[in-house]
Structures are given as structure tokens and as C-alpha cells.
């Protein structure tokens, strides 16, 4: 984990007492490969003009070919430059040899990506992987992705992604684990722990980077960016306790989100950075901003302009900036002033210089020769990990009359667009993979054997073929149909107002179910989706997701019963759009929802997700029973008996919730504060105990205390946030 050896804490105050005012705003300056020449318009503009559709994709790249690429070459000699982003290994060494041996004083670069979810090896995307309900999978895939980049130059992830998002319309749900604090903070823990922790070898960690500090999954609306307002007791019990965990864990560093926080901005908000993070967490390691962010305050309109919002976030704890230049263009007159004080400059600077120091960039700072094409092709240790984190991440969210699994000798009409495509099963996010090393959907069941025939019929932006439809609904004896969203339909600044299937391929699946053929519906999305509809009209649903490189394979087996579904939900579904935000762990109200009018519910929609948190089914059945709750002094000890009563051996997922029923603010009707998988045989039943301390069984007040209260607590425990077993205890403090 990230911490310094008493002997590295002296090299780097030893190089802080060289440094000149310029060389410390320096290495607080993180610039982005600048794209030069070539056109005449601002290339912030130039992408705008593609995005909006006043240029073509071919426009763009026809005008981009005569651009060239600036590295700052000249800053990072002058010691201006303290990171980039660069993935090319060889010309991270070329510009680190510029830092190291032409420099003044000889400061490594350190080299930064967005690695949420794989590097070379892409495995399925945050919120699918949550879902594996896994702590030592997170790490082992983590841990994977580190060793990866490390070999291109990329030391330093922007990642974990660690937003509490309830809202399935925000785009970025995709990239994060989902609703739950408790699920998210676990892992958290084991991100850091597999980023951070093999230090065996600097080719093995990387500094992690916890984002988007903090509630940014809270946005108003789902609406990327937008603005976040919410109670002291929210924040601290339901957005701050991941990034709490992650900080506990020994992360490196931290982002900053781009949202306002009631009314002040995240980028210069020094209650979160310096008082939280910094001062109350004893965070040691440094504070990025998110892209532009530090720019992006005057349009908040909280600084009159660009000096101004350097100066407000250097001062309110950001110790980075990130890609607009403000601290190397104006810090060091705001320290002449007065304005920022020098303590300030230092502090940033030697948190920097030491995250630095720990990653042994001052010892080794280059990229060995020999590394370098060591994932050339991807090794198939890699790719049965990705493969195993794909299986356990698919949900069996349906499965009326046993359609599933599927039997070799059926005929398969396989349909839709996406079950053949390689580029769509990455998901948004990922920047280093190759569509050569991915396997899609119908790659996937050729390579098992499976007896089929593809139909592409239509996807989610085009028109239905009808003939495909036609020979598809005569083909086959069971009819998959692939369905969803393009990866582009979901991440960063991929808000949806209407989260059903998009396009025609609801109506696609009513002209499929027509011909009287099983039909089975495999979602690959990026968020969940509003779903009253399929769940009403399709026998069986599997939720796929964006599973990465090795994804044919996963929802192959998956399909063809090789794998028996284990993953859950680690966010809610709701029936129709307007129910968002839905989330399990809701506060109740004096009305609570019921089938009464007057109560918490919408008329036309009802209370409850269509399918809840940790909701998953399996190829064979669970039961419970005799739940009993033990109170062992400094824990409760919960005792439950799980029954596989199904014909095949089956992985259960064990949760279990809490509520405290009465304390001085409103608590949640359910809180997830354990987890454990049991894997039963047919007819065996076995006992699992799931330990909860008391010390975690309190709350944050208004005046952000950590407080507990003794009273009634309800003890649940169960498959699923909705299917529990309930005991009461009586707990004393």
C-alpha cells in the first residue's frame, strides 16, 4: 500500500529544499498530448463539431491527418511538466529521458490513463463485475490490469470508479459498482489492494486514483455534469464511505468530480478536499482534477475567471491540475500576491514528489526494453481471468419454463446485430484493447458447438430487416436475441432520458415471440434497463452486459450450461424510465409504498424495481430457513440455512441486511452489511454465519458524527435485497 520508507520521506524533502517556486507549480501542471496544426479552429472545438454533427467522422479524420502532436518537450526540460498522459511505452521512455536527464533537478513523469476496467485485457465493466459479488476477483483483476500497463509506462490508473449511482439514466453507472455503499466500498478496498498492492516489483502496482470525489453518481436528473444537493447525513452516510474505505486501504491518489457540491464546486470545495479527505481521513497521498474542471469553475460561475479558479482550488486542497495550464500560468503570480500561500505550493508539491518516490520512478524510471511486447498477445492466464469475471458477472434475471440452458442438438437462430459485433462487448472506457484479441457473442457458441444460424435483423440504431426476421422465426428451434445499447450509448456524457431498449428492437423481439418459437433475450448494456415489458412478454432474460474481451465465450457457456448463473444486481431495475432514481436502500416515508393510493408509489408504476439489488436466479433453487441472530458482545452473529432444492450444483450469494428501526433521523429500510458465496449440491444444505460488529451498525448525523443508537434493529438475511428472511434483536451500545 501507499507508504514511504523513513528514508524516502528525506530524499524528498531533500529535493523539495532545491526547488525553485516554477519547479514545484511544475509538477502540479499535468498536460495532455496537444494536437497542433493543421486546421483553424481550437481542437476542443474541432471535436465539438464531430460530436454535433457539423463535421463527418471522415471530415474529422481527413483534417486531423495533417495535425501534429506536441509533448511539451520544452516544458518538461524546463521542469514545467509533472505527468501526461501517454500510453505508447517507448515514447514514455523518450520523454521521461527529457525529465530525468535534462532537467534541472531530474523529476520523473509520471504517466496517467483512464484503466477502469482492464488494460490490454478488457474485462467486463464495473458495474457488471460488482455483480460477482467477489472481493478476491476485484483484486485479482485489478491486479492484472496493473501489470499490464506498467509494461506500456501507464503507472498511475484514474481508477477505481467509486460513484454510488442510483440513477440507471446517468451514463456513468456503467463505470462504477453499482447502488450500494457497502458493496461499493468493498470493492474499493480490493481495487486498491490489487493496483496497489503486489510491490514485489515496480513492473507489478500502479498509483490507483479514487473518482469522482465525491457524489457525482447523485447528479440531478441522470444528467451528466449536472448539479448535486443533498443533506451532511447523505453524503457522509451513503457517497463518502467508498472513497473512506479506499483511503483506509492505502490508496495514492484521489480525482476530484466535476460537480458542485450544495452549491460549490468539488474542484475548489475545501470542505471535502482539505477538511475530509485531507485533514479528518489523514489522506497522505495528492488530489487531481478532473479534465478541464479547474476552468470549468467560471462557468459554474463560483470564479470570475481562470486566475481566480486556480487560485480557489490551490488554496481549497487540488494539488493537479489536469490539462488546462492554469497553475502553470498563473499560480506563481497568485503566491507573489498573496493569494496563495506558499505552504500551500510545498504541501502539494511534496505529495506529489512522494507519490513518485513510492512508485520508484526516482530509481526506475524507465519502461524495460524487454517489457514492452510482453502482452503483444494476450496470455491465456489473462484470458481465462477475463473469462471467469465475464461468467460470474451475467445475471439470469428469468427463465419460465426452464427454456434455459440451452441443449447443443437445438437449433439456435441467433439475431440481432450486436450478438456478432467484436468492438460493442468492450463497453465505454476502455482505450488499450484490440478488436482482434475480443470474442463476440456468435464466435462465442461457434467455438462451443452450438447448431446455428445468424440473423442480424437490426440493432439498436438501425431499421428491422424483415426477411432476417422471417428466416429466423423458421430456423431455429430456440430463437437468441441479442439486445441493447451500443457501448457508446452509455459512460461519460451518455445521459438517457428513455431507458428502454433502444431503437425497434422491442419490436423486433414482438415479431420474434410471434412465430410461437422459446425465445431468449441476451441484454448487453452498459446500465440497467426499464424492462416491464420483456419481463411481461419474453420467457427468459439474461443479463449479459459489457463483458470484455472474452465475452462470446462467457455467455456461451452461460447459455449451453457449461457455467450455471451466479451474478446479482448490483443496481435496481426499474419497470419504466420515470421510476428513476429506484434503489433498494431508500429511506422510508410516513406513507410508505403499498397497494393503498395514498402512499409512496406512482400510480401508474408501482413502488418496487422490476428486478431488485442482489437479485439473481440460478439453473437450480435455494431455500432458507431457521434465521437466528446472536448477540456475541462486540458483534451479532447471524445463522441461516441455505438448501440447493434444484437437480444441479449451484453458487448461492448469502446476503445479509440490517435496519434500525427507530433512531433520530430516518435510516433505510434495508442496509447490505454482509455477503458470502456458498456453493451447495443438489439436496445438500449447509449453515452459513455472516458476523456484523456493532461499531458498524451506526450512522453520520447532520453534524457529519459518526454516531450509534441503541434499540430495535432488524436483522435480513437472503438471495436478494427484496427475498429475505427477517429477526429481531435488541442492541445496547
Known sequence: MYRLTAEQKNRVRALLGEMTLDEKIGQMNQESVSIVGGFDVPFEELIEMMTDGRITQEEFEKIMSTAQQDYHEDDIRAGLVGSLMVQDPRKCNELQKIAVEESRLGIPLMFGLDVIHGYRTVYPIAIAEAGAFDPDLFTRTARMAAKESRTQGVNWHFAPMLDVARDARWG?????????PYLVSQFAKTKIKGLQGDMSSTENYVAACLKHYVAYGACESGRDYNTVSMAPSMLHNSYLPPFKAAVEAGAATVMASFNDLNGVPCTVNPYTLRHILKESWK????????????RECVNHGIAATEPDAGTQAANAGMDVDMGTQIYKKHLKAAVESGEVPMSVIDEAAERILSVKMWLGLFDRPYVPEEAMDRYEVLPEEHRALAREAAEKAIVLLKNEGDILPLKKSQKISLVGQLAASREEIIGAW???????????????????????????????????????????????????????????????AASRADITLPGRQRELLGKLLASGKPVVACLMNGRPLALKWEAEHVPAILECWHLGVEMGPAVANVLLGGKNPEGRLASSFPAVTGMCPIYYNHMNTGRPGGRSKFTSRFMDAGFEPLYPFGYGLSYTSFTYSDLTVEDAGDELRAAVRVTNTGGREGVETVQLYMQDVTASIVRPVKELRGFTKVKLAPGETKSVTLTLKKADMGFYNDAGEYVTESGLFRIHAGGSSRDCLTAEVTVNF
Not at 172 to 180: A, K, L
Not at 436 to 451: F, H, P, Y
Not at 458 to 471: F, K, L, Q
Open 172 to 180: 456513468r453507472v456503467s463505470e462504477g459498482p453499482g447502488e450500494d
Open 283 to 294: 489522506f497522505p497521498g495528492f488530489v487531481v482534477s478532473d479534465a478541464n474542471a479547474i
Open 430 to 492: 476502455a482505450m488499450s484493447w484490440r478488436e482482434s484479441d475480443c470474442v463476440s457473442i456468435k464466435e462465442g457458441l461457434e467455438r462451443a458447438g452450438a447448431e446455428l444460424k445468424y440473423f442480424p435483423c437490426c440493432g439498436p440504431e438501425t431499421e428491422i430487416n424483415r426477411d432476417d426476421v422471417e428466416a429466423a422465426c423458421q430456423y431455429g428451434d430456440v430463437i437468441v436475441a441479442v439486445v441493447g445499447e451500443t457501448d457508446a450509448m452509455s459512460g461519460e
